[in-house]
């Protein structure tokens, strides 16, 4: 988070892709809590989250597990009229196809619990 905050402290504006870059990057490292802050701080400062960001970010959320939040990043894809990409789509398939995560589904947004219905 030192780079960020000296690219804000320089006067720079960061975008959507520099908070993707940095989002994905603290979810990678496991900085979840600072995660959410960053992205509640992003949206503060009026910059809005893209089909691409919040795509990249339900797929590294889900990629380490962390499936209650990536749903909650799907209801934001929902909410914005936005649709999945196909790799998001595909690991959704992929994860929940497998039976160690059947249960999971449910935490999902309700649209997308088919994941869970399918036998």
Known sequence: MDLFAAITAHGLVPNVVTYRLMMENLIQEGLLDE???????????????????????VR???????IMRAGAYLSKIDEMNFSLEASTTSLLISLFSREEYKNHA???????????EVN
Do not use: V
């Open 35 to 57: 995660f959410d802050n960053l992205f509640l701080s992003m949206e503060k400062s009026g910059c809005t989250p893209n089909s691409y960001m919040l795509n990249g970010i």
């Open 60 to 66: 590294s959320l889900l990629g380490g597990g962390e």
């Open 106 to 116: 449910k935490s999902l947004p309700e649209k997308y619990h088919f994941f869970y």
